[in-house]
């Protein structure tokens, strides 16, 4: 079966970071494209940051573009986020997703497989 962990949330200060994990199983990693989104509370799930499965591209929503930063390494079976100048806004639970196409989408439902989510919260 195919699993997506994510793992490396947690409390930390504005202006602060974090690096997010997401580590794959059950699926041929690096034939997929990976996206991270996260959802707050009373808000829908929203596109974060994509990594593509050919050539690495990427993309970054505007609200994160110049702070975060996403990228795999396939040996691992792992995609990585790293937050750093991260603001209350960014508080949510971050999900790692998986995509067969070959194009990076957006669109939460374009994506097949889902992990747990970890939280991350941003104290003012």
């Known amino acids: 079966d195919v699993q997506l962990q994510a793992s490396g949330g947690g409390l930390v200060q504005a202006g602060g970071s974090l690096r997010l994990s997401c580590t794959a199983s059950g699926i041929t990693f690096d034939d997929y494209a990976i996206g991270w989104f996260r959802q707050a509370p009373g808000k829908e799930r929203e596109v974060v940051s994509c990594?593509?499965?050919?050539?690495?591209?990427?993309y970054s929503a505007d609200s994160v573009n110049g702070r975060f930063t996403i990228s795999r390494d396939n040996a691992k079976n792992t995609v990585y986020l790293q937050m750093n100048s991260l603001k209350a806004e960014d508080t949510a639970v971050y999900y790692c997703a998986a995509s067969a196409r070959l194009v990076l989408d957006t669109r939460p439902d374009l994506y097949g497989y889902w992990g747990q989510g970890t939280e991350v919260t941003v104290s003012s």
């Open positions: 990594i593509a499965s050919t050539d690495g591209s990427t």
